[in-house]
C-alpha cells in the first residue's frame, strides 16, 4: 500500500514529505495508522548526522499514537481497532534483560532495530524500489507503519492521539528518570538542566515525586516561566551567574547545617557533554545521583575528576526513563486522564505533516516544548 511519510533523504536535508510503499505486516507484527505524532529532539540529532546509528534514506519519528489497523499471523495481544502507542525500547518478556527485572532495556531486536531494519532483517518501507530504513523500530513521520508486536501498548481509547503521543517519549523518559531511575523521595533537592520537552517532565515528575527544591538551569530566560508552571521553586541562567555554575548550585542546596551543599538528585536533559559534567558535580557528596538523559554526538565523551565519585556521587543513564512499555505506558496514559501528570500545556504547537520541517524549527530556536504533527 501508499502511506504519506516524512522522509529524512540525507543528513542535515529537510525531511521531504512523499508518497512511499510500505508492505503489510508479517508474522508476529501489525500495522498501526498513526493518528499523531510528537517531534523530540533525538530526531534532530539524528537528522543533523550526528547518531552515529543514523542511517538515510529513514522515515524518522518515535513519539507517536495510533490504531491498529492490521495484525501478522500469531499476534495475540492486541487487534484491529486497539489504540496504541509505538515503543522504541520493546518488551518481550522473555529476553535475558526483561526477566533480569534490572532494566528495562529489552534485548530481543536491537540490533536490527539499530540497523533500521525489522526483525527479520528486512524493511517494510520502499520508495520506487529503494529501501528506507526504519527509524528506533517506529518510524512515527509516516501515516501508516509496521512494527513488532512486542514495541506497541495498548492504550486507554478515550485517550487524544495528539496529547498521549507524547508519552511515547518526552513525557515517559522525564517523569520515568525521576521515579524509576533516580528514585527520588519526599523531601529530595534537585537540579534539572535544560528545561525543554524532556526537562519539564522531569520537573513535574519531582513534583510528583515530592520533592521539595526544583531548581531548573535554562540558558533560554523564557525557560523560567515554563519551569515554574511545572513545579520548579528556583531558576537559575548560567548567563547571568557571575562566577562558576557548579559552586553556585552547590551554594544554593545547602541546608541546615550541610556545609558540603549539592542537590540528592541532578537530571542533564540538555545532551551537552559539559552540562553532564556540571550536573555531576552540582550533586551531593556522599549521595548525590546524577542521571544523565540527554543524547550526545559521535565522537563526544564525558569526563570529571575520579574524586567526584570517589567522594560518593553516583553517575546514571536512562532510556526511555527505565519504563517497561508494555506495562508501563498504559499506566501513564491513565496518570494523564486522571490528571496525576499534565500534557496538554506542553503541546505548543499542531502542525500538519506538510509543516513537520517548521516543528523542527521551532524546536531548535527554543519557540516550543512539544510539536505534534496530525494526520
Ligand atoms: P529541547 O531542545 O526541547 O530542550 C533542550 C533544552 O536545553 C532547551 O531548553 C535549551 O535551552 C537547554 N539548553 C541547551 N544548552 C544548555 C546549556 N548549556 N545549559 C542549560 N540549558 C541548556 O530537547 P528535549 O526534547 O527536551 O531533549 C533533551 C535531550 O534529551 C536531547 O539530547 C534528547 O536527544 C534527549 N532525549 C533522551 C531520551 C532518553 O531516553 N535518554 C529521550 C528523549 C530525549
Ligand atoms: N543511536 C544513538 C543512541 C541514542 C539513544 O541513546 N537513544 C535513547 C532514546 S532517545 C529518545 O529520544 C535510547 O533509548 N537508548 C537506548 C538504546 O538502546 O539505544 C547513539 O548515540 O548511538
Ligand atoms: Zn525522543
Known sequence: MKTRAAVAVQAGRPLE??????????AGEVM???????????????????DPEGLFPAILGHEGAGIVVEVGAGVTSVRPGDHVIPLYTPECRECAACLSRKTNLCTAIRSTQGQGLMPDGTSRFSLDGQKLHHYMGCSTFSN???????????????AAFDKVCYIGCGVTTGVGAVINTAKVEIGATAIVFGLGGIGLNVIQGLRLAGADMIIGVDLNPAKQAWGERFGMTHFVNPSEVGGELVPYLVNLTKRGNDTFGGADYTFDCTGNTNVMRQALEASHRGWGKSVVIGVAGAGQEISTRPFQLVTGRTWMGTAFGGARGRTDVPKIVDW????KIEIDPMITHLLRLEDIN???????S????RSVVVY
Do not use: Q, W
Not at 527554543?366 to 516544548?369: D, T
Open 366 to 369: 527554543g519557540e516550543s516544548i
Open 336 to 339: 494523564y486522564m486522571s490528571g
Open 358 to 364: 517548521r516543528g523542527f524549527e521551532l524546536m531548535r
Open 32 to 50: 498501526v495508522e498513526i493518528k499523531a505524532t510528537g517531534i523530540c529532539h533525538t530526531d534532530d540529532f539524528t537528522l543533523s548526522g550526528a
Open 17 to 26: 514529505i512523499l508518497d512511499v510503499d510500505l508492505e503489510g505486516p508479517k
Open 144 to 158: 501508516f507503519t509496521v512494527l513488532p508486536e512486542i514495541a506497541v501498548a495498548k492504550i486507554n481509547p478515550d
